[in-house]
């Protein structure tokens, strides 16, 4: 199973997404490889992704950008919040 | 290499109008630290231009950033509080009241100290304690980094 965590620029706020969503399949011992991407090569990072975590501000440019993708965005409110981030996982991948 | 917040590199309770000025202090702090040119504070305040306050990740903290480039002289951290705090557009987050400044040198290596900072902000509560400190040294101790040389 393949996550995205998307940015504007693929740097900072996508990787403590990234750090934070491995941390949440940890805890639900779900494994999965997670990788940042910037929102510009987003639809090529994800065409192999089940799910792109992003933030609610950048969501509707991800769903624009992935256009048909079969990829579940998840919008992530409190980027260092382990247990929001998780209970979104879970319901999505459960 | 360790991140390091010498004293230049904190701006406690500043009293700033709008976003921008939140974003630019934090950017002159990081300019004061010697680990960007002038430059890249334009560079963050554009990123939120281009991609809206998708910057602000938690209740009342936005991480100011923008891309690698040859105004980034080193990785470095910049922490500014803000004494009013200002709006940056964020349908859940906002209002902001710790505008942390970050700058990478490049995209591979960032990740470890990115790390770091995901485990001092995992304790949901430090953003309040770092909106409240009063001093440059508390500000480090919630943020688990040293001084550096030049403090």
Known sequence: M???????????????????????????????????SDLASVADAAADAQVVLTSTELAADVRAKLGRSFAEIIEIVNYFDVEEIGSKLERSLG | MTTTLPDTAVVLGADVPDWRTAVRESGRALTRAKVTRPEYT??????????G?????????????????????????SVVTLATPVDFGHP????????????????????????????????????????????????????????????
């Open chain 1, 2 to 36: 393949r996550i995205i965590a998307v940015c504007g620029e693929g740097i900072g706020t996508s990787a403590i997404l990234k750090v934070n969503a491995e941390r949440a399949l940890d805890r639900l011992g779900l494994s999965a490889s997670v990788d940042a």
């Open chain 2, 42 to 51: 334009e560079r963050m305040i554009g990123v939120i231009e281009e991609f």
């Open chain 2, 53 to 77: 306050a998708y910057v602000v990740i938690a209740p009342g903290l936005a991480l100011a950033h923008a891309r690698p480039g040859p105004d980034v002289l080193g990785e470095g951290l």
């Open chain 2, 92 to 151: 859940h987050n906002d209002p902001v009241r710790v505008v942390i400044g970050l700058a990478v040198a490049n995209a591979e290596e960032h990740v470890a100290s990115v790390a770091r900072l995901a485990n001092v902000f995992n304790d949901l509560g430090v953003i309040d304690r770092l909106a409240q400190a009063t001093d440059a040294d508390e500000v480090r101790v919630l943020l688990g980094v040293p001084a550096g040389g030049e403090a």
